[in-house]
């Protein structure tokens, strides 16, 4: 009979094979599903799933942004080319046009972060959304770490951890009255040096600053940050050039690069596998709010 | 980047590691989150900046110790009460294997969250605190487990700094645990005595328990043979969706995607098709890569058949001569998760089955299990919150399921209430009618 040690698949495959089942399970069960695309390395990879879960068919959905109008240039270039290169439909949910509509105020620390989450929701309540792909993974933060694949919302669009769904096997729950809608995760079970792996095996390209360059940054609660149109430097801090790289790409206002010589591929998955800090906690600024910060952010519609 | 890099990084990528799923288990406080934290600092899994987190609000609080559990219990209300609530994931690697960890709450409010965690697990460790021995919720624990078949247990007697490390201890209840897992259902169970406080038997083996001979625990992680886990004689394909490409370049194509839940399938196999009967012979099995000369499980691919006939969402590819039973009578071991309202005779549900929905109405109730005695209770009427009965359910259109000592994929289904949308029961096929 079959031998079950000749039907092994490296784990990479089985997180592959983990994720294209939960995209196929989506499109087969939900009205309404569209991909968050922020042209960050976790959504570029889902994007990839996505392609590989229904070709030879296109993605049979819309992706969306939401631009906090702090952005690296190139990673909306990069944004823009992948949508046209793949025929999709992108939908950009603005906060700099949610701001002169009136439907947000500016933070006091000028963090977008806090802002976006309303005009999130807003756009999902807009075109009716019911099931949004995100990328984010457990290994990511403490409250990431607690989410289930098939994330429920209320209208409100708030997460309640202290009454999630029970979610077994691969039995997904999305069911959910009009106006609810369900988060999915289907990088849940990816590490950040799983997504590395992949897109060295499937050579995705990626925005430019997720490898080492040369950029004129400033030091910042022990941070590197680029000096650009969102970031000057205040008094007391210099201006230097530095080798760095961007572990993670969210707001351009709060984002911090890592000093790095890692200009390809496996040097960075190299750099990963070394290093001791978690991307978030060598890069966001916005999770030094609190301990908490993360939970509290999500308890209220951000993802 | 160069050609050769990047085939550098593919052959680094390409070894197969295989994955080991396991779950923590047993009464609250008992020690499962200082395990899990135990193991990923020994481990040197931990980010300086985790760390550096848990060690500022542990001091914060006056703790006398680093408190390693908070390096799971993430949530702001787990804090305040010092408790687990849900699951929390965490993954680490040593150069065996890769582990994706489901650390669970003891508390008995919280079973749903448990059952979560362990539903996918290949190996479960439940830890008893050596002070207090079995208790309900360590018996309630171990039952579940046995119940979702989690093919590998292992005993964890924990705290043994606190009694002396005491082989006799150790001993007690390792026997009486061992006493009650034989009247389960247990393929596999492995007992070692532990400190998840101090680290004693967790990566390497403790001084101050010569007495013990066996391995550590991370040594038996990385070891316990999990591949003849996998059901790989019964071929079973849920459809999960069709592909058919809305294209003027690719025209005519009609494939049926789904995960393999067992079984092995290749070009030229004969195949039924169910609950229609027909037959067809497989054209050929592709993902988006190109066409693969075998499917296996977990793998997520795209059968294509050699005849046109309907299929959709909800159906079944096997074999012809070895085919799930198509039934709408199922017999059930049913766990119940909703604090609200019990399973009632008479009930009408929805239910979700591989990749197939159905509506179900509860016929009976054979009996309520009392997890202590694992007394039968053939007078009771319904189900409440964390109890576990044998259930007998009539549905709308018929499942395509195996036993779940079978088949942990076509023999496992949730129950949804119709209302309130939420998961309310889990459900393990016994018998089908
Ligand atoms: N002395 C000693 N104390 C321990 C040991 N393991 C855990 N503890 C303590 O026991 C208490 C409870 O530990 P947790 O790890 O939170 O227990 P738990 O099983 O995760 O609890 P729940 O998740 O709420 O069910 C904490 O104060 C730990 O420091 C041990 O081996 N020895
Ligand atoms: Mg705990």
Redesign the interface.
């Given at each position: 009979?079959?031998s079950?040690?000749a039907?092994?698949?490296?784990?990479?495959?089985?997180l592959?094979?983990?994720s294209?089942?939960v995209m196929?399970?989506v499109?087969?069960e939900m009205e309404r599903p569209v991909l968050l695309f922020s042209g960050g390395k976790d959504s570029i990879v889902m994007l990839r799933l996505a392609?590989?879960?229904?070709?030879?068919?296109?993605i049979p959905f819309p992706v969306m942004h939401v631009d906090t109008g702090h952005n690296f240039p190139e990673v909306i270039e990069y944004r823009d080319q992948r949508v046209a290169e793949l025929g999709l439909h992108l939908i950009v949910a603005s906060v700099p046009e949610a701001l002169a509509a009136g439907l947000v105020r500016e933070s006091a620390d000028g963090m977008r972060n806090r802002i976006q989450t309303p005009v999130l929701l807003d756009a999902v309540e807009k075109h009716r959304f019911d099931a949004l792909f995100g990328g984010a993974r457990?290994?990511e933060?403490?409250?990431r770490?607690?989410e289930?694949v098939f994330s429920f919302r209320d209208e409100f669009g708030q997460w309640d951890?202290?009454n999630?769904?029970?979610?077994?096997?691969?039995?997904y729950?999305g069911?959910?009255?009009p106006g609810e809608s369900i988060r999915v995760f289907p990088l849940?079970?990816w590490?950040e040096l799983d997504v590395w792996?992949?897109i060295?095996?499937e050579?995705i390209p990626l925005p430019s600053i997720y490898y080492a360059h040369e950029r004129e940054v400033i030091e910042r609660d022990g941070m590197l940050y680029a000096v650009n149109e969102f970031i000057r430097p205040k008094a007391g801090e210099e201006r230097f050039k530095a080798q760095v790289r961007y572990r993670t790409v969210g707001d351009a206002s709060c984002t911090a690069a890592v000093r790095s010589d890692a200009d390809?591929?496996?040097k960075v998955?190299e750099e990963v596998a070394a290093?001791?800090?978690?991307e978030r906690?060598?890069t966001r600024g916005d999770d030094r709010v609190s301990?908490?910060a993360m939970?509290d952010r999500k308890r209220e519609g951000y993802f | 980047?160069?050609v050769e890099?990047?085939a550098?990084?593919?052959s680094?990528?390409?070894?197969?590691?295989?994955?080991l799923r396991f779950a923590t288990a047993g009464s609250v406080d008992d020690g499962k989150s200082t395990l899990i934290g135990r193991l990923l600092y020994d481990t040197k899994s931990l980010?300086?900046?985790?760390l550096a987190?848990v060690e500022a609000?542990s001091a914060a609080r006056g703790d006398e110790y680093t408190n390693l559990a908070l390096?799971?219990d993430?949530?702001?209300?787990e804090r305040e009460q010092g408790i687990t609530?849900?699951?929390?994931?965490?993954?680490f690697a040593t150069p065996r294997r890769?582990f994706?960890i489901a650390d669970t709450p003891g508390h008995i409010q919280y079973t749903?969250?448990m059952?979560?965690g362990a539903?996918?697990a290949d190996l479960a460790l439940i830890l008893v605190d050596a002070r207090k021995g079995l208790v309900e919720q360590s018996r309630r624990h171990a039952f579940l487990c046995s119940l979702l078949r989690v093919p590998h247990l292992v005993l964890c007697v924990n705290k043994m700094d606190l009694v002396d490390w005491s082989e006799e201890v150790f001993e007690r209840i390792s026997d009486e645990f061992t006493a009650f897992a034989a009247k389960l259902d247990v393929p596999d169970l492995t007992v070692v005595p532990i400190s998840a406080l101090k680290g004693d038997n967790i990566v390497s083996r403790s001084e101050n328990m010569p007495w013990y001979e066996g391995p550590s625990l991370l040594h038996h992680l990385e070891r316990v043979h999990i591949?003849?886990d996998?059901n790989?004689?019964d071929v079973r394909f849920p459809v999960?969706?069709v592909?058919?490409?809305?294209?003027t370049t690719?025209t005519d194509?009609r494939g049926y995607?789904?995960?393999v839940a067992s079984g092995?399938l290749k070009p030229g196999d004969e195949v039924m098709v169910l609950p229609s009967g027909f037959t067809s012979r497989i054209a050929s099995v592709e993902?988006?890569?190109g066409p693969v000369a075998?499917a296996?499980?977990?793998?997520?691919v795209t059968v294509r058949l050699t005849d046109e006939i309907d299929i959709s969402?909800g159906d079944l590819i096997c074999r012809p001569n070895n085919a799930p039973a198509v039934a709408q009578d199922i017999e059930a071991m049913v766990c119940w998760?909703d604090e609200t309202r019990p399973l009632q005779i008479g009930g009408k549900y929805?239910i979700?089955?591989t990749?197939r929905s159905a509506r179900a109405i509860v016929r009976g109730l054979h009996y309520r299990l009392d997890i202590n005695s694992l007394h039968r209770d053939d007078a009771a009427g319904e189900l409440k919150l964390n109890e576990i009965g044998r259930v007998r359910l009539r549905t709308t259109v018929p499942l395509l399921a195996d036993e779940y000592r079978r088949n942990?994929?076509t023999g496992?289904?949730?129950i949804?209430d119709e209302a309130t949308?939420?998961?309310v029961g889990?459900g393990m096929i016994v018998e089908m009618g």
């Open positions: 009979m079959t079950p040690a039907y092994q698949v490296s784990h990479l495959d089985a592959e094979a983990e294209i089942f196929r399970e499109v087969a392609q590989k879960a229904f070709a030879p068919a296109n457990r290994d933060e403490k409250a770490a607690k289930r951890p202290k999630q769904r029970p979610e077994l096997w691969s039995l729950n069911r959910h009255h849940s079970n590490t792996h992949y060295a095996r050579r390809t591929v496996e998955i290093t001791r800090i978690t906690g060598a301990e908490a939970e | 980047m160069s890099a990047l550098q990084a593919d680094e990528t390409a070894r197969p590691m295989d994955l980010f300086t900046d985790q987190a609000v390096l799971t993430g949530l702001r209300a609530i849900d699951v929390a994931y965490r993954y890769k994706i749903r969250n059952v979560t539903s996918t591949a003849s996998r790989l004689v999960q969706y592909i058919r490409p809305q294209s690719v194509y995607a789904g995960q092995v993902t988006a890569d075998e296996f499980p977990p793998m997520s969402r998760m929805a979700k089955h990749t942990r994929t496992g289904f949730v949804i949308n939420r998961t889990a």
